[in-house]
């Protein structure tokens, strides 16, 4: 039999290498790009061929995989204090498990919680992940909201979201996603919320979000709101 693969199966096998190169985002490492050169492997038949293609692109997929994390864990490097309106605030930071939570000490106030009481303000994930604990309109270094209701509730944890985010070395930029908890939703509300929470992005891309009626909240709140970032490799 004719060991030469026939034109549709090399066009075929072409298509699938070129895909899954393009997915690897040049991480492929020369064992795997070596492994990707099918030429030297001659089928005897064009189902053979077929499975060539086939194996070829799930070499290069499960070799993305493999990569990517490793990558995208040098992407967040914590600092080591961040400024919320003027006040320096540390910023402690505890690996665990190739994560790594991230907590702005004394945001409400020295000594406001119970050392027993769990409080993080934010967890990096080993894939560059950044969970945002659900936060408040606390004035900063206080246990007590800002005055004003709910635009000025949301104003305020907008500054604390985004300090999070700088203390975990990322940015508002990298939000991707937001849960917004409203205290009795109703049309008023909502758009006192939602106005304050527009005017802060200035013009950025607003990541996606979602907006629920609740009960009652800590500390009294109108709004609480927990967010999700994404920070790829630089």
Not at 58 to 80: E, G, M, N, Y
Not at 91 to 113: L, M, Q, R
Not at 186 to 194: E, I
Not at 203 to 228: D, F, H, M, W, Y
């Amino acid at each position: 039999q004719n060991s030469s693969p026939p034109n549709s199966a090399t066009t075929m096998i072409a298509a699938v290498i070129k895909r899954s190169q393009a997915c690897c985002h040049r991480l492929l490492p020369r064992a795997v790009s070596r492994a990707l050169a099918v030429s030297a492997v001659r089928p005897a038949s064009v189902r053979g061929w077929r499975l060539a293609a086939v194996g070829a692109g799930l070499v290069a997929a499960a070799s993305a995989r493999s990569i990517l994390p490793a990558a995208q864990a040098k992407a967040l490097t914590p600092k080591s204090s961040v400024k919320i309106d003027g006040q320096t605030y540390k910023v402690k930071t505890v690996p665990s498990n190739g994560n790594t939570y991230v907590t702005i000490e004394d945001i409400f106030g020295e000594g406001a919680f119970d050392p027993c009481i769990p409080f993080c303000s934010a967890c990096i994930t080993k894939d560059g992940h950044v969970f945002i604990s659900g936060t408040i309109g606390i004035e900063p270094g206080q246990p007590k909201l800002v005055q004003g209701g709910v635009g000025e509730e949301t104003r305020a944890i907008m500054t604390l979201i985004e300090a999070t985010l700088e203390a975990c070395g990322g940015g508002l930029e990298d939000l991707t996603n937001v849960n917004v908890f409203l205290k009795n939703n109703d049309s008023a509300r909502y758009h006192s919320m939602n106005r304050a929470y527009v005017e802060y992005f200035k013009g950025k891309p607003l990541p996606a979000r979602i907006t629920v009626g609740c009960g009652s909240l800590a500390l009294g709140a109108n709004v609480e709101v927990q967010a999700t970032a994404y920070c790829c490799p630089k």
